[in-house]
Antibody, heavy 119, light 108 residues
Framework: QVQLQESGPGLVKPSQTLSLTCTVS??????????WSWIRQPAGKGLEWIGR???????NYNPSLKSRVTISVDTSKNQFSLKLSSVTAADTAVYYC???????????WGQGTLVTVSS | SYVLTQPPSVSVAPGKTARITCGGN??????VHWYQQKPGQAPVLVIY???DRPSGIPERFSGSNSGNTATLTISRVEAGDEADYYC???????????FGGGTKLTVL
């Protein structure tokens, strides 16, 4: 059973860079033809897709965040990571990592981690 | 970009059938997925590829998709089904997932 776990600072200052890592267990991140994604959810609001990466390193980002987002993968550690630069209070949210299945479904999710942007 | 429209809320009595719709332009030609999210928890996939259920999801959950509307149907609704439900498709033109705004299911 694949499991995902987000980790990283829960508090980031405005204008700084948010950095999160998703560790995949129960299988190799390189096995199968899966994309790996980041999604976020501000309190009381809906789900917003941030971006995704394939283990080859190919990425695709939400156009509204593209200028500030970098997603990378480290297959040796079975991890993929998110960096979001120049954060503001509007970036405060629960951040989830997830695996994208063959039909575009997000079949496996991490438990989520709350990141607050505040000085 | 592609837009999915869900009703903000649906209410249903226990034991009855709940239907949550997801509207989109010609959504019938896309694969629709549905997620259940309870407070403080991550979303859980309950229906994928329009009508397939992941292992562990009760048969009470079913899905359909045709024309401009996809529907999540929950039969014999239980108190534990109270949650937010989101539909999602993969927008091939932009190569990324699109989520509906979510529907809060209230069990009366």
């Amino acid at each position: 059973q694949v499991q995902l776990q987000e980790s990283g600072p829960g508090l980031v200052k405005p204008s700084q860079t948010l950095s999160l890592t998703c560790t995949v267990s129960g299988g190799s991140i390189s096995s199968g033809s899966f994309f790996w994604s980041w999604i976020r959810q501000p309190a009381g609001k809906g789900l917003e897709w941030i971006g995704r990466i394939y283990t080859s390193g190919s990425t695709n980002y939400n156009p509204s965040l593209k200028s500030r987002v970098t997603i990378s993968v480290d297959t040796s550690k079975n991890q993929f990571s998110l960096k979001l630069s120049s954060v503001t209070a509007a970036d405060t949210a629960v951040y989830y990592c997830a695996r994208v299945g063959r039909f575009g479904e997000l079949g496996y999710w991490g438990q989520g981690t709350l990141v607050t942007v505040s000085s | 970009s592609y837009v999915l429209t869900q009703p903000p809320s649906v209410s249903v009595a226990p034991g009855k059938t709940a239907r949550i719709t997801c509207g989109g332009n010609n959504i019938g030609i896309k694969s629709v997925h549905w997620y259940q999210q309870k407070p403080g928890q991550a979303p859980v996939l309950v229906i994928y590829y329009d009508s397939d259920r992941p292992s562990g999801i009760p048969e009470r959950f079913s899905g359909s998709n045709s024309g401009n509307t996809a529907t999540l149907t929950i039969s014999r609704v239980e108190a534990g089904d109270e949650a937010d439900y989101y539909c999602q498709v993969w927008d091939s033109s932009s190569d990324h997932p699109v989520f509906g705004g979510g529907t809060k299911l209230t069990v009366l």
